[in-house]
T-cell receptor, first 114, second 114 residues
Framework: EPEVTQTPSHQVTQMGQEVILRCVPI?????FYWYRQILGQKVEFLVS????????KSEIFDDQFSVERPDGSNFTLKIRSTKLEDSAMYFC????????????FGEGSRLTVL | AQSVTQPDIHITVSEGASLELRCNYS??????LFWYVQSPGQGLQLLLK??????LVQGIKGFEAEFKRSQSSFNLRKPSVHWSDAAEYFC????????????FGRGTSLIVHP
């Protein structure tokens, strides 16, 4: 069964460092998403991406964040200068349809900022 | 904007007992509604969804959910819980015609006693 894969599964970084989280969405999907979950809190939407551009983003997704689809398979989330409060589980998801809301999620990348 | 409330952070049941996980949503019209499950070390997996029609929805793994417009609820049920059902359960709401991107609740952790 096709699945969304994320790397790394866990990354520890120092405050102020840049981090890139990688995702390989399901191959025939066209819509890509990043969510995050701070420990004990809600799963929060960060950004959606379609046709090589951001289609929607939340207020969390500020100038420190960027997304990219550098080739035909990868979808990355970059945090330019990490802060302590960026520590969270980051989930990548993809979907094949715009208006169903049915997303397929990866296992998540846990980011710990020290 | 839509929102979701899952009032129970933890639910503990005995194996074989029935289960009901609560979900209340806020949205001005009939939303898209979802339940996702996250087993330890895995990504979120869709259990079931409601778009329209029959308000009782059947999902995978023996789960069902009922959409009650009058109560703005979409509670998840299972008649007999198995130890393997221990996981985190997330309710999510999407807005047809608006921001289709699912908004998640904070999740309910299900603990199953033998």
């Amino acid at each position: 069964e096709p699945e969304v894969t994320q790397t790394p599964s866990h990354q520890v970084t120092q405050m102020g460092q840049e981090v890139i989280l990688r995702c390989v969405p399901i191959s025939n999907h066209l819509y890509f998403y990043w969510y995050r979950q701070i420990l004990g809190q809600k799963v929060e939407f960060l950004v959606s991406f379609y046709n090589n551009e951001i289609s929607e983003k939340s207020e969390i997704f500020d100038d420190q964040f960027s997304v990219e689809r550098p080739d035909g398979s990868n979808f990355t989330l970059k945090i330019r200068s990490t802060k302590l409060e960026d520590s969270a589980m980051y989930f990548c998801a993809s979907s094949d349809a715009l208006n169903t809301g049915e997303l397929f999620f990866g296992e998540g990348s846990r980011l710990t900022v020290l | 904007a839509q929102s979701v409330t899952q009032p129970d952070i933890h639910i503990t049941v005995s194996e074989g007992a029935s289960l009901e996980l609560r979900c209340n949503y806020s949205y001005g019209a009939t939303p898209y509604l979802f339940w996702y499950v996250q087993s330890p070390g895995q990504g979120l997996q869709l259990l079931l969804k409601y778009f329209s029609g029959d308000t009782l929805v059947q999902g995978i793994k023996g789960f069902e959910a009922e959409f009650k417009r009058s109560q703005s609820s979409f509670n998840l049920r299972k008649p007999s819980v198995h130890w393997s059902d221990a996981a985190e359960y997330f309710c999510a709401v999407g807005a047809p015609g608006g921001s289709y991107i699912p908004t998640f609740g904070r999740g309910t952790s299900l603990i199953v006693h033998p």
